[in-house]
């Protein structure tokens, strides 16, 4: 750090990153980070998601990472609640499907059908 602009540049950073984990309305999206998760790839999806909605600007979303989601078979696990509370649960989310949670659900609104927990499981 090598000037007063700098370290406004370095606390802005900061604090953006913050918003993103502390937003107050809006939705949720909590990760599976359990060892199953981690071990079905959970970390680069939890990664993807915080780009993502640091990319589009989306101060009404909250990405955290929790612990076992209680599937286990279905990692990586996603659940993303929205302001009301109610909570939708993805299953063997990839970080090629980030993008369509984002895009769909976050930004439009509308439950990604094919990759809930519940279709993923009947297809089973």
């Not at 406004?8 to 990153?17: C, D, Q």
């Not at 998760?37 to 990405?63: C, H, Q, Y």
């Amino acid at each position: 750090m090598k000037s007063l602009a700098e370290l406004k540049k370095i606390r802005e950073e900061a604090a953006n990153r913050i918003n993103l984990r502390t937003a107050k309305n809006g939705y949720r999206v909590a990760v599976g980070m359990a060892t199953c998760g981690i071990t079905a790839g959970a970390r680069p999806v939890l990664a993807k998601f915080v780009e993502m909605v640091s990319e589009k600007g989306l101060d009404n979303v909250t990405v955290t990472q929790v612990g076992c989601l209680g599937e286990c078979a279905l990692e990586p696990v996603v659940e993303v609640f929205d302001a009301d509370g109610n909570r939708t649960t993805y299953a063997e989310v990839h970080v090629d499907d980030v993008a369509t949670i984002v895009e769909q659900h976050l930004i439009g609104g509308k439950v990604v059908t094919d990759k809930t927990l519940e279709v993923i499981k009947k297809a089973k």
